[in-house]
């Protein structure tokens, strides 16, 4: 079992940048497609993007596909998150989860070894 901790979150003014990171235990972390996940205010867990073991193969939601980008450092047991463009509907609580399902999924439940989440906040 893969435990994960997020970081970077904060407040960023509409338009802005963060860096989101997420650091894993353990010496299989390095072969686990891994994912982001998000989690507004009185809304449902969403899907964000998500990146093969290998780092080679990455795929987004609609709503941050070209502002944000996935990655990993397999050496740091580490993914990692970069965030551009951002917008208050961005506002969210992020979390980093192990992809457990088919490849290509977006449902939440298909993901798991959920981390604490860390919060992004965007002013207009």
């Known amino acids: 079992q893969v435990q994960l901790v997020e970081s970077g979150g904060g407040l960023v003014q509409a338009g802005g940048s963060l860096r989101l990171s997420c650091a894993g235990s353990g010496r299989t972390f390095s072969s686990y497609d891994m994912g982001w996940l998000r989690q507004a205010p009185g809304k449902e867990r969403e899907f964000v993007a998500a990146i093969s073991w290998s780092g080679g193969n990455t795929y987004y939601s609609d709503s941050v596909k070209g502002r944000f980008t996935i990655s990993r450092d397999n050496f740091k047991n580490a993914v990692y998150l970069q965030m551009n463009s951002l917008k208050p509907e961005d506002t969210a609580v992020y979390y980093c989860?192990?992809?457990?399902?088919?490849?290509?999924?977006?449902?939440?439940?298909?993901?798991?070894?959920w981390g604490q989440g860390t919060q992004v906040t965007v002013s207009s």
């Open positions: 989860a192990r992809l457990m399902g088919v490849w290509g999924t977006s449902r939440p439940s298909d993901f798991g070894s």
